[in-house]
């Protein structure tokens, strides 16, 4: 089973002198047409990643190091379906030659995917950030290649193109510029801003109002604390949102919206929409934490759609009445029905979380009048440097 990270990125077909021409060796071989994906290995400290962060993409997709018979990873290394053996060795015009030496569950033969027209190949592109900006510019293509036994003799050999910025591959969101300093009493559109920001990154969960109070003062700090913009309640500027807050807070929210787009566009070109038994992604990695928390299943999530998630899956579908029995058509699969119920118990579950934490909230302003709580509110603070 491949253990690396699938990027199905489409966006505008590169020019084959961005991407390189590489000749075909002089030994014929035989010719077939390709569906190709890119995949990288991820590396700590990336500014972006498909799943959101280095944990999620390694415990997700492996650690990226070597392919499914052990090799491992360099230029040239090429997933394959399983008919195709180990050594066996392709070149396609646009890249160059590579060999097989890697799987994967959506790496299949033609016909048996939505975006498969052709063998589906997946070619690594590279470590870290450049590695996952080559394999979002190539995203999907269909390209014309020859296959060699492992015993030819055609020399391994790619081009990989020169990496593209982000803003060449994607339409990246506006980032945000806060011009104004705001605390405690000020109202207005620019609150309304704040508030939103502070509500994406979940640092604010009351109504959009546009009314900096003590809720958003706090919220405000806590965005301080776990962003370093200062680290206790007593400094100057707890709760102020100065300029260091102001471009803080435009830098962090930037870095959400740009990792929201890299992941939406990987989403877009999933080869099924639907979860089903064989399929490894980050939707079946979050599908088996609702189906652990609702205690339908008592593994740990690994991304993998195998027989123990189908299992607890059909047991959910039975306790919500999406199905009548075993037997019935869409047991076991996340098809639009069950799909629309788990949004919908997702949905739930962060509106509690959102009167819940009201409630505490307003508990402890009630108490802290009384002194039970004292010292745990910040207060206005008169400073203009955070």
């Given at each position: 089973m491949k253990s690396f990270l699938n990027v199905l990125v489409l966006i505008t077909v590169l020019s084959i002198s961005q991407i390189g021409e590489v000749v075909f060796a002089r030994e014929s071989g035989e010719k077939r047409n390709f569906t190709i994906t890119g995949y990288y290995s991820p590396l700590p400290n990336q500014n972006f990643y498909v799943t959101g962060g280095y944990e999620s993409e390694i415990r997700l997709n492996g650690e990226g190091i070597v392919?499914?018979?052990?090799?491992?990873?360099?230029p040239g290394m090429i997933a394959a379906p399983s008919n195709y053996a180990f050594g066996t060795k392709i070149c396609l015009k646009e890249f160059g030659c590579g060999v097989?030496?890697?799987?994967?569950?959506?790496?299949?033969?033609?016909?048996?995917?939505?975006?498969?027209?052709?063998?589906?190949?997946?070619?690594?592109?590279?470590f870290g950030e450049e590695g996952l900006l080559r394999a979002l510019a190539l995203g999907v293509k269909h390209w014309e290649g020859e296959i060699f036994p492992e015993n030819s003799s055609v020399e391994i050999g790619v081009n990989f193109s020169a990496v593209l910025s982000l803003v060449q591959i994607l339409d990246l969101p506006k980032r945000i510029v806060f011009e104004e300093n705001l605390y405690v009493g000020k109202?207005?559109?620019?609150?309304?801003?704040l508030q939103k920001a502070l509500d994406k990154l979940g640092f604010y969960s009351k109504e959009i109002d546009g009314v900096f109070d003590e809720e958003l003062e706090e919220s405000i700090f806590s965005f301080q604390k776990k962003y370093f913009v200062l680290s206790d309640e007593s400094d100057v500027g707890a709760g102020f949102f100065g300029p260091q807050t102001r471009m803080k807070l435009s830098d962090i929210l930037h870095k959400k919206e740009t990792q929201e787009q890299i992941a939406k566009k990987w989403a877009e070109f999933h080869f099924e929409k639907d979860l089903t038994k064989g399929k490894r992604s980050a939707d079946?990695?979050?599908?088996?934490?609702?189906l652990i928390q609702k205690e339908f299943m008592n593994h740990v999530p690994t991304g993998y759609f195998g027989k123990i998630t189908k299992e607890a899956l059909i047991l959910f579908q039975l306790e919500e009445g999406l199905i009548k029995n075993r037997s019935s058509v869409g047991a076991g699969i996340v098809g639009p029905q069950t799909r629309e119920c788990l949004n919908e118990l997702i949905f739930d579950e962060k509106e509690s979380f959102r009167l819940e934490k009201n409630l505490v909230a307003s508990y402890q302003r009630e108490r802290s009048v009384l002194h039970y709580f004292a010292g745990d509110f910040v207060t206005e603070k008169v400073a203009m440097n955070k």
């Open positions: 392919s499914a018979d052990s090799t491992p990873v360099f097989v030496h890697d799987r994967g569950g959506a790496i299949v033969n033609k016909g048996e995917r939505e975006l498969a027209r052709h063998d589906r190949l997946d070619l690594w592109m590279g109202t207005g559109e620019e609150v309304i801003t079946v990695f979050k599908l088996q934490e609702m």
